[in-house]
């Protein structure tokens, strides 16, 4: 005979409801952008009503904002999931194009777009700016694993390294609204970042 199924808490059936609001906003933003992202098309993807939604987040600000730390934790997780697959150490070649790589996905695309309406949303603006740091802490841990000796030799690695973070992220955004440009961007991005960086590793260059 077949057990009934355990009875949730209330508790337990508020932290589902909330999960699944979240999930819808953060897919709701992967597949049809800031632009189009609505409390209408969130709930309904989210299986609940108007009042449900405004209950836990009174405003879509305040809904985004929330949102926003689910991103960054898939971002993150991609981040980590790209560094268990690299074996060795790479050439700043080959790092620079797997990083370039992590920025075409539809995560970054997202989290660009809510950085750019974080310009006039305050409580977006607010969450974007106590989660970045940790999201740069992340991106610069790879770059660590990447390029191990770089980072040991270098006292200013971390510089280097967020200064082609945000090269690429520029470019990015530039391959989003022009695709047709996006591999000559990826192209030039790789070529100035190779150029810059590898004489500053000395005669012996590391893998190639």
Request: proline letters at 5%; aromatic letters at 4%; a neutral charge.
């Amino acid at each position: 005979m077949a057990q009934p199924a355990p009875v949730r808490t209330q508790a337990e059936r508020r932290a589902s409801t909330q999960h699944a609001i979240l999930d819808a906003t953060v897919e709701t933003l992967l597949e049809i952008g800031y632009a189009k992202t609505t409390t209408n098309e969130i709930s309904r993807r989210a299986g609940v009503s108007h009042g449900i939604l405004f209950r836990y987040w009174p405003t879509k600000g305040e809904l985004l904002a929330a949102a926003s730390g689910r991103l960054l934790e898939r971002l993150i997780e991609g981040y980590r999931r790209l560094d268990r697959e690299s074996a060795s150490e790479l050439s700043v070649k080959a790092a620079v194009e797997r990083m370039w790589d992590t920025h075409q996905s539809r995560e970054q695309a997202a989290r660009t777009e809510l950085l750019v309406a974080s310009r006039t949303e305050p409580e977006l603006a607010a969450a974007m700016a106590n989660r970045e740091p940790h999201h740069t802490d992340e991106v610069l841990a790879i770059a660590r694993a990447f390029l191990p000796r770089f980072a040991e030799l270098r006292d200013d690695f971390e510089a280097l390294a967020i200064g082609v973070l945000c090269s690429m992220q520029g470019a990015a955004i530039l391959a989003a609204a022009n695709p047709s440009n996006a591999e000559g961007l990826r192209a030039c991005v790789i070529h100035t970042t190779v150029v810059l960086l590898e004489p500053l590793l000395g005669p012996e260059r590391g893998p190639r």
